[in-house]
């Protein structure tokens, strides 16, 4: 995975496979580094057989109070960016490794009429685990960005502000 910061490359991490995950580790110091920097990203390489791509971190990383720094992952499916701070509303969270994942995500655990609404466009699935638990988080001073790549169709074009993105939560509400 190529690690940036303002677009140069400054750094490579090894990707392991696993289980059709495709995982990055940042340590304690690079993390930080990083965040701490502001414009910086983790890229990861498109993978044949990859359905999901983390980046692991010391969630340490992510419970300071405000810094202002943020972090970019980046994959095939998806974008993410997240602040230093935003596990900082997690009592006991700094001494876990927090993983956040970018999958491509399944219309599975959708009704019927959810899956008629999407159709054929992308479905992407975003995960924070704590110690690879997945964990509820919720922290307004901290707005995570997602960024999808799509391709709109010619008749979606004639009204773009009909485009709409649909959130399900952990509860598939």
Do not use: C
């Amino acid at each position: 995975a190529d690690v940036k910061q303002s677009g140069v490359t400054t750094d490579t991490l090894p990707v392991m496979v696993s289980d059709s995950i495709g995982t990055a580790s940042l340590n304690g110091a690079k993390a930080e580094n990083l965040l701490r920097a502001g414009n910086a990203s983790v890229s990861m390489p498109n993978i044949s057989g990859v359905s999901a791509y983390r980046l692991e971190l010391p969630a340490s990383a992510l419970s300071v109070d405000q810094r202002g720094g943020a972090l970019t992952l980046t994959t095939g499916f998806g974008s993410v960016t997240f602040s230093d701070n935003m596990l900082s509303s997690l009592t006991g969270a700094e001494e876990n490794t927090a993983g956040i994942t970018v999958a491509r995500g399944d219309a599975l655990g959708l009704s019927e009429e959810e899956k008629a609404a999407v159709g054929n466009r992308p479905i992407v699935q975003l995960t924070l685990t704590l110690d690879g638990t997945q964990t509820a988080w919720n922290n307004h001073a901290a707005p995570v960005a997602v960024t999808i790549p799509y391709t709109p169709t010619a008749e979606e074009l004639k009204n773009p502000e009909s485009l709409i993105i649909w959130y399900l939560d952990g509860s598939g509400k």
